[in-house]
């Protein structure tokens, strides 16, 4: 029964059907089933049909982000039941995230904290427009070790230099990892300002911080 | 489905209708064959044997226009359900036909095709959705030209499932073609039913029918093979240099072409087609890229129309000598033209420099240019009612629409995506990817397009008629075997 109902919750993530995902978890912990079995094998499985779906070109964005909400909504029943254990889902790292001062493009930033919580990283999202100082007092306040830092205008990416040396002058620049994006950064943008990464995309994003963690 | 547009006024096309018909009487049509000069005699038309000339009454072009068939279809080797529908709001797409050069390589340089060639370009054409049609492409050089003809569509027929468009070079191979055309289809009364090709038949403008097309009209209509009239006006050469005069030639020599096929055989399928051009005044040359031709194409296709004649057009071609930036975008303008005057059927996906040339390249880039096009004919639908306000109201002023459910239910409705061809990429993707132009890219693609094809239903009995067809034909021109083919 719960093996069965285990590939049901995969396949909602696959199909996009959150209030399945939910349904289907709660049935799962009122039968004692443990959340660690269900994230392994019922919401992690999905995840990974669906990032090789978008890999082959079968998916596309909207059901990449419907997959990852399912899987957040059935973390938000899961993540209790873990702490009522002692048990913690280890998470891929901890990120710090936000589109930097002066700039309030949102989506790429979302998608990529979208994809990053949903691959098991531990996201804190500090939303857009924001300044330099609140990125620094973040890794400090959360042991980040990765911080993503997301810039779409040519007058504001220059903020993505700045946050780098305030790492630096705060002294924990090497205890994280930084990693920007954003339409007009190029991966020569991101080496010339000292950063550890960049991506064209969400989902390589993903690649590149599971790269740099490991 | 968006209207069809219309560059005239209706008055205006009741006009060049008349006009039209009114030219049948004075001067009349000249008809360099003599069965068409009887036929039409005995229809009750004013013949001239001597001067070749036939003046046609508005009343028999009138009655040619009640028999003439508003609809029909064309079916693929296998039998299966139609591909091609004539008349109506279909829009198709098959290949420019009868190509007498290939495009060898990127840099522009042109050779004589070869059989092998020819089979690659019917591979490819069967596994490219946007195509719904085969066509006789070209002309294979590594046979005698008196087979030049009959020779393309055995070769077609040796690997194609969908329909084809063709057309005959002389009158006999006409025969041999239909002979290829029966053993395909398995009997003469088969062909009938399902027809398999489409003959284009070419007025020679002005206002004549050349001793063969004629010829070949009047075979195609007597054993119920569809034919396509191509009449090809060239504004300030051999059709009057306004544009909307050279509509009226257009109208003239294609009622005279359906008169002859109905009187033939009433109730004969036969489209509305052309391939017209404006004159280049400088280079004295025939622009496939010209606003004056893609004009001229919208006006005789909305005449058509008007007559409830199922339309074609040779559009979506382009005058450039290398798959480059010209070659492009009078490709886009014509496809695009071409899908809002909703002709039937669009032919010219990869063909250049005029009609004289064929690309591989071109031909694979040219289905891009057919799906933007498709799309944009498609238009702006009505998925929900109130059309957006509601939506609007609850997403608020959060940009969070690509996770809502109403993107998830329309998008893949709404928004079209292109293959790996076009780049929409960011630059560092680009350059990592090597850089490469779209016509490198296209080339790259050719040998994986290939590989998806899969061999038609004809038998081997079946197979082995056509080649003895073939061959018969060919000994009968002094060769002594046909170039072998691949599997």
Redesign the interface.
Known sequence: MSQETLSEITQSIVL?ESEDTVRLTDELLAANVEPMTIIREGLMPGMNIVGDKFATGEY????L??A??CMKAAMQLLEPELVKREQAFQSAGIVVLGTVKGDIH??GK??VG?LLSANGFKVHDLGVDVKTDEFIEKVKETGAELVGLSALLTTTMVKQREVIQSLQEAGIRDKVKVMVGG?PV??SWAEDIGADGFA?DAMGAVKIARLLMS | MTTNYKMLDDEVVEQIISEGIALLLDPGIRIQNQEGLQLLAEAGAQVNFETEVAKISEDLVRQSLETVPKTFHLYPVSGDDPMVQYGGDAIHFDPGSAGIMLLDDLEGNQRYPVTADYVKWVKLVEVLPQLDAQSTSMVSSDVTEEIGDLYRLYLSLNYMNKPIVTGAFRKDTWWTMKELLVAARGSEEALREKPLAIFDVCPSPPLTWSDLTCQNLIDCARAGIPSEMVSMPLAGATAPVTIAASIVQHTAESLSGIVLSQIVNPGAPIVWGGSPSAFDMRKGTTPMGAAETWLIDAGYVQVGKTLGMPTHVYMGMSDAKIVDVQCGFESMGGAMAAVMIGANMVSGAGMMDFENCLSFEKLILDTEIIDLARRFRRGIELRDDPIGENLIREMGHHADYLSSKHTRKWYRKELSLPTELIDRGSWDAWKEGGSTTATQRAHRKIQSLLDQYQPNALSKEQHDALREIALDAAVQFGMDSLPALED
């Open positions: 996009g596309f964005l909207p059901d982000i419907i990852a909400d949102e989506i979302s998608l979208t339409a190029t991966k064209e």
